[in-house]
């Protein structure tokens, strides 16, 4: 699958970056494994999927976001 993708938000895409480059996959790889968590949840070795989708990193994409 292909797919085009622009991260506008400077502060969003240096945590992509910084993640991706921690867990040893490609930018865009983290952003096909985020988006298709739930589907390919049997699929990602478990401590990347935790490391994806832990509380506290969840709250800092909200954070540079700006989300509450």
Same mark, same amino acid.
């Given at each position: ?5 622009? %991260?506008?938000?400077?502060? $969003?895409?240096?945590?992509?970056? /910084? ?6 996959? #490609?930018?865009?790889? !983290?952003?096909?494994?985020? %988006?298709?968590?739930?589907? $390919?949840?049997?699929?990602?070795? /478990? ?6 989708? #832990?509380?506290?990193? !969840? ?10």
């Amino acid at each position: 699958m292909e797919y085009e993708y622009e %991260i506008k938000n400077e502060k $969003l895409k240096k945590m992509v970056e /910084e993640k991706a480059e921690e867990l040893g996959i #490609s930018v865009g790889q !983290l952003i096909y494994n985020y %988006i298709n968590r739930g589907l $390919l949840s049997d699929g990602l070795n /478990e401590d990347v999927f935790w490391k994806l989708h #832990s509380e506290e990193y !969840l709250n800092e994409i909200n954070e540079a976001l700006g989300l509450d």
